[in-house]
Every structure is written in structure tokens, then in C-alpha cells.
């Protein structure tokens, strides 16, 4: 009982955070064996007052909507099943990163966790990319490429996340948590570092031949721009560059975003208009949380195969609303973008990591939010928690500085 006593879950809980965000990218399953550990010591850990940030109530409002949608889903037990496995342990994850990083020194372990995951799945993606025969066959078996639009494409860069467009939503999140640690003051060698890690970063974004993910980055230099140094405009005359003196893939898949000759892009507008035709007749709780492939069938208009199996909307602002409602979509939006407002306030008032963790923030919901527009990358598990958590750590050093205000004051 004496061991039991003295037992201390704090320090365990911080190191199942850090083997999270290691696992996370690498695994759509193999996180779970840190984080529901993570979990249930904090739940056993008496002496800590769980917090949940400035946005919790949002975050609570929407989670009590999505839970209301199960009543009116084709398939209760399904939708209950995974609403208590992806939106309830999202919170969990998001909780406990707001509860238990309470220090700079423990900001950067977490850093350290994602970088060092970042690097792995780099480099696997790599190798997987030198293997012509077999990505090609992936591509191909995931209708991840359209020969007769793309007759050249022929490998699409992956690594870990299952999908091209997946990794190019991951992509985008790290690029976003490194350009300020490269942009701020500190050791050259750090500073190396970080700019090989953004080399690498960007290279294989561009082998994604993900469009979402590039209009995003282009997202990601405007803000540059706008809130660092107006000397980031130049990027864009690179990328014009690259567009009209490169005449492959890359250019094709770019200016392919302007015309529906592209299969996927004709299947988007087309999914867009069902799925707004499901917002129309569910606005109070929509179809039911994780229902959208169960319910698609019945507001087909394009795709006129009923083996076809469609899990989402591909735009971030049409499946919310369908799948929970109105009223649930108002709370997930204003969750998902006062983030970006939270980061900008410590952007502009936080002092040392907070800071620059608060430009990253900004970066992050930008780029999701962006990305979003054409895609629905936080459908994927890994992508939603790798978000979220993100999301928690960028405005985590709001509670360190009112800790540090609070030991003043005593």
C-alpha cells in the first residue's frame, strides 16, 4: 500500500504524451498503446485539476452535439462505438497536453518527440518512394492517381499515412511547428538543423503531388508575409518559376486544379453538392456522427455504384455540418479557429518558446483550415489527434505563464 502511496502518475503521463507524438504519424494504431495508458493514469492521478484551455466550453459543445447526432444515425452502435474512440479521446489527448506541459523544458520534450517522428517518416517515405514497382502498385489499388489525366504520374509520396493527401496534411503541420523555430534567434547549428528538416519537409510535400497541400503552403507564405517580413512575397516568384520552366507532373498537377478534366476534381464538386443536400434536409443533428458512408447512398448523384464506399465529403466545411448539425458545426468552428486566435494573441504578447509556439499555432490552423477546403484530411485518426494535440501544445505555454504569474503573486 506504501508504494502505492508515494506513487506519482505525473511523470509517467509526460513520458506516454512523449511516446504519443512520436507513434502518432508512424502508426494508425500503435499510439494507442501510450495514449489510453496516458489516459488512465491521469485518471487515477488525484492531486491534478484537468484543464482545458480558454476554448474547452466550444470544445465541450461540440462534443455533447456530435454525441445528440447518434439518435438519428443508420447505425447507433457504430457511431457510438466511434464517437467514444475519436472525438471523446481526441478531448482526452488535447486535456492532457493543456494539464500536464506546464514548463518550457517540458514544451521541448514534446518537441524533440515530433521532430524525431518527423525524421523517421521522412525517411521511410523516402525509401518507400525509390521502390517504383510496389508504390506504383499502391497507387494504382488506392485509385490514388488518374493515368489517363496524369499519364506520367506514377508515384505518389505516402510514407506512414496511408494516403498521399493524408501525408501532405501531416506535412503541413510540421513545416508549420518548424519555419519559426528557424526564423528566431538562437544557434547556428540548431538553426542547420531546422532548415535540413524544412528541406526534407517541403521535398517530399512536393512528391505527395497532394494539390490541397500545396495551395496550403502557398497559404503558409502569405501568412509569412502578413505577420513576419514581406520579404517571404519573393517565394512566389520561385514557384512561378518552377511552374513555367518545369513541364511535368508538378505543373500539371497544379493547373488541373482549374478545370474539372481531372476525375477527382469533377468527384469533389459532385460530393459537395450531396452533401450540402444533406446539410438542407438534417441542420439540427445532422445524419449522425461518423453515419456519412452509411447515408451517401442515398443522395448519390454522381457516382452511380453502390460498391463504391465514400467516407467523407472531402471539404471540412460541408461534413461537420452534415454529419452533427448546425448548431454542433458552430461549436467545432469557432473551437478550430479560436486556436488560431488564441496562438496570435501569444504570438504577440508570450515571451520566449510560448511565442514562437504561438506563431506555429497560427500556422497550424491556417493550413488545416485551407486544406480543408478541399479535403477532409482529420477524418484519419492519426491526422485528428496530431492536429488537436498541436493545437493544445501551441497555446499550452498560456497556462505556464499564468503558473509563473500566480508564483509571483505568492
Known amino acids: ?34 495514449l489510453v495508458p496516458a489516459v488512465f493514469l491521469a485518471w487515477m492521478d488525484r492531486k491534478t485539476s484537468f484543464q482545458c484551455g480558454p476554448l474547452g466550453k466550444w470544445g465541450v459543445g461540440f462534443l455533447i452535439c456530435s454525441f445528440l447526432s447518434i439518435a438519428v444515425s443508420p447505425n447507433i452502435s457504430f457511431s457510438l462505438f466511434n464517437w467514444l474512440f475519436e472525438p471523446c479521446l481526441y478531448m482526452a489527448f488535447y486535456v492532457l497536453i493543456l494539464t500536464y506541459i506546464r514548463n518550457e523544458e517540458e514544451q521541448k520534450c514534446v518537441l524533440k518527440a515530433i521532430f524525431l517522428g518527423a525524421v523517421c ?61 528557424l526564423l528566431k534567434k538562437g544557434k547556428t547549428q540548431k538553426k542547420v538543423l531546422y532548415f535540413i528538416l524544412l528541406v526534407f519537409l517541403v521535398f517530399c510535400l512536393a512528391l505527395t503531388y497532394s494539390r490541397g497541400a500545396w495551395v496550403s503552403a502557398l497559404a503558409l507564405v502569405i501568412a509569412l508575409t502578413v505577420f513576419y517580413d514581406k520579404r517571404f512575397s519573393l517565394l512566389f516568384l520561385v514557384v512561378a518559376l518552377i511552374l513555367s520552366c518545369y513541364h511535368g507532373q508538378l505543373t500539371e498537377r497544379f493547373i488541373s486544379l482549374f478545370g474539372r478534366e481531372d476525375t477527382s476534381v469533377g468527384l469533389r464538386m459532385a460530393l459537395w453538392e450531396s452533401t450540402w443536400a444533406m446539410v438542407e434536409e438534417h441542420p439540427l443533428l445532422g445524419i449522425g456522427w461518423g453515419a ?40 467545432y468552428f469557432v473551437f478550430f479557429f479560436g486556436h488560431g486566435w488564441v496562438a496570435k494573441k501569444a504570438w504577440k504578447n508570450g515571451q520566449g518558446l510560448t511565442k514562437w509556439l504561438g506563431l506555429s499555432g497560427m500556422f497550424i490552423t491556417l493550413a488545416m483550415a485551407v486544406n480543408g477546403m478541399a479535403d477532409f484530411a482529420l477524418f484519419s485518426r492519426s491526422i485528428s489527434f496530431y492536429f488537436w494535440g498541436l493545437s493544445a501544445l501551441c497555446i499550452s505555454g498560456i497556462n505556464i505563464g499564468k503558473e509563473k504569474e500566480n508564483g509571483e503573486k505568492e
Not at 1 to 27: A, D, K, Q
Open 1 to 34: 500500500m506504501s508504494v502505492f502511496r508515494h506513487f506519482c502518475p505525473r511523470t509517467y503521463v509526460l513520458y506516454l504524451i512523449y511516446v504519443t507524438f512520436f507513434l502518432l504519424p508512424l502508426s494508425p494504431m500503435l499510439f494507442y498503446l501510450s
Open 121 to 181: 517518416v521522412v525517411i521511410w517515405g523516402i525509401i518507400q518512394y525509390a521502390d517504383i514497382g510496389g508504390m506504383t502498385q499502391n497507387l494504382y489499388s488506392g485509385a490514388w492517381v488518374d493515368p489517363a489525366r496524369f499519364p506520367l504520374l506514377q508515384r505518389r509520396m505516402f510514407s506512414t499515412l496511408e494516403n498521399p493527401n493524408l501525408f501532405g496534411a501531416y506535412l503541413l503541420m510540421v513545416i508549420s511547428l518548424v519555419i519559426p523555430f
Open 292 to 331: 456519412y458512408w452509411l447515408v451517401y447512398p442515398d443522395y448519390n448523384f454522381f457516382i452511380q455504384n453502390m460498391n463504391v464506399v465514400i467516407y467523407h465529403a472531402h471539404n471540412m466545411y460541408l461534413q461537420i455540418p452534415a454529419v452533427v448539425g448546425i448548431p454542433g458545426a458552430i461549436c
